[in-house]
């Protein structure tokens, strides 16, 4: 892992919730329990798992916009745990984010060509032509007309909305952007569009991407590797390939079981299921295996001891699960 450009080492993320009139601590809320990722130079890391599972608040962590409970974040071999905001300004402009709601991630008050702007004037401090070639430049990057930058947010539609959001993104010349549900808001037919644009900008960019999704479909059009989160946990992680053609942990089976399917040949080879029951309550998980209230293959052992990533057999090809049954 040394050499990743990004990683979560064995991090947690508590909220404190409190009450009464002196604010005691009653309760913490395990956001993020235990988690350790690592992202490569160019690499789409997939995270997913329902609402709920911490997938954002991890990647919120990576971002150092939440801080860590406890454990550390690198990026580019520096522990930046710590850092002071003013020491982190350099490494903001290497690290980017791309928000799930592009409505409330554009300031309605300013056009959308200052957005795209605000970056620059933050880390480049452009002379204003060459401010405004640049924001020229990142809207033709991202398929919109230059001239569209004198716009307001609400005269845009969803997709392109986000659309300025990925060129506001793009405008410090990243080497990682962490997508936190980038299509979830949009129209289907939208949804393609974004997903190929993000492709080609990695393509040509040379980009890494933290890409956070629910859609296991849209992690798989753009994901090399695949890491499936759980009330607060990493339960399974490989290469997308083995974890979404073979997955081997009940959970993963069951997201891919409740993805629907158009072709009705594979609808009836695979079947479909909705996982039933609800994410249990992050104040107080279950013991052992935190999946085991909904898990059809849980023991009397899942229910009181916890298992570790491991790796899976000599045919896993990569893959590490949390789980006691996977082979």
Same mark, same amino acid.
């Given at each position: 892992?040394?050499?990743?450009?990004?990683?979560? =080492?064995?991090?947690?993320?508590?909220?404190?919730?409190?009450?009464? !009139?002196?604010?005691?601590?009653?309760?913490?809320?395990? /956001?993020?329990?235990?988690?350790?990722?690592?992202?490569?130079?160019?690499?789409?890391?997939?995270?997913?798992?329902?609402?709920?599972?911490?997938?954002?608040?991890?990647?919120?962590?990576? !971002?150092?916009?939440?801080?860590?409970?406890?454990?550390?974040?690198?990026?580019?071999?520096?522990? &930046?745990?710590?850092?002071?905001?003013?020491?982190?300004?350099?490494?903001?402009?290497?690290?980017?984010? &791309? $928000?799930? *709601?592009?409505? /409330?991630?554009?300031?309605?008050?300013?056009?959308?060509?200052?957005?795209? %702007?605000?970056?620059?004037?933050?880390?480049?401090?452009?002379?204003?032509?060459?401010?405004?070639?640049?924001?020229?430049?990142?809207?033709?990057? &991202?398929?919109?007309?230059?001239?569209?930058?004198?716009?307001?947010?609400?005269? $845009?539609?969803?997709?392109?909305?986000?659309?300025?959001?990925?060129?506001?993104?793009?405008?410090?010349?990243?080497?990682?952007?962490?997508?936190?549900?980038?299509?979830?808001?949009?129209?289907?037919? &939208?949804? %393609?569009?974004?997903?190929?644009?993000?492709? *080609?900008?990695?393509?040509?960019?040379?980009? /890494?991407?933290?890409?956070?999704?629910?859609?296991?479909?849209?992690?798989?059009?753009?994901?090399?590797?695949?890491?499936?989160?759980?009330?607060?946990?990493?339960?399974?992680?490989?290469?997308?390939?083995?974890?979404?053609?073979?997955? =081997?942990?009940?959970?993963?089976?069951?997201?891919? =079981?409740?993805?629907?399917?158009? *072709?009705?040949?594979?609808?009836?080879?695979?079947?479909?299921?909705?996982?039933?029951?609800?994410?249990?309550?992050?104040?107080? #998980?279950?013991?052992?295996?935190? $999946?085991? #209230?909904?898990?059809?293959?849980?023991?009397?052992?899942?229910?009181?001891?916890?298992?570790?990533?491991?790796?899976?057999?000599?045919?896993?090809?990569?893959?590490?699960? /949390?789980?006691?049954?996977?082979?």
């Amino acid at each position: 892992m040394s050499g990743a450009l990004a990683e979560l =080492r064995d991090v947690s993320v508590h909220f404190p919730i409190r009450r009464g !009139l002196l604010q005691r601590e009653v309760a913490r809320v395990r /956001a993020v329990d235990g988690v350790s990722l690592s992202i490569e130079r160019g690499e789409v890391l997939g995270l997913v798992g329902e609402s709920g599972s911490g997938k954002s608040t991890a990647g919120r962590a990576l !971002l150092r916009l939440t801080p860590p409970t406890s454990g550390t974040v690198w990026f580019d071999g520096a522990d &930046v745990t710590r850092w002071s905001r003013a020491r982190l300004l350099p490494m903001r402009r290497r690290l980017q984010v &791309v $928000f799930q *709601d592009p409505d /409330a991630a554009l300031d309605p008050r300013m056009r959308v060509g200052e957005s795209v %702007a605000e970056p620059l004037d933050v880390h480049l401090r452009l002379s204003w032509p060459a401010r405004e070639a640049k924001v020229a430049q990142l809207f033709e990057a &991202v398929g919109l007309d230059a001239a569209l930058r004198q716009r307001w947010p609400h005269e $845009f539609s969803g997709g392109q909305r986000q659309r300025v959001g990925i060129a506001r993104a793009l405008a410090t010349d990243p080497d990682l952007v962490v997508l936190d549900e980038p299509v979830s808001a949009l129209d289907v037919s &939208v949804q %393609a569009q974004v997903l190929n644009l993000l492709a *080609d900008l990695r393509q040509q960019r040379g980009l /890494a991407y933290l890409f956070i999704a629910h859609d296991l479909g849209a992690v798989a059009h753009l994901a090399d590797r695949v890491a499936v989160m759980y009330l607060g946990r990493i339960v399974e992680i490989g290469p997308a390939e083995n974890v979404l053609a073979a997955p =081997r942990h009940p959970y993963t089976q069951a997201l891919l =079981r409740a993805v629907p399917r158009t *072709d009705p040949v594979q609808a009836k080879a695979h079947g479909f299921q909705v996982l039933e029951g609800e994410i249990p309550n992050l104040r107080s #998980p279950p013991t052992g295996c935190a $999946f085991h #209230p909904r898990c059809p293959a849980a023991t009397p052992r899942c229910r009181v001891e916890h298992q570790a990533l491991r790796p899976c057999g000599t045919g896993s090809k990569g893959v590490a699960v /949390a789980c006691w049954q996977a082979q």
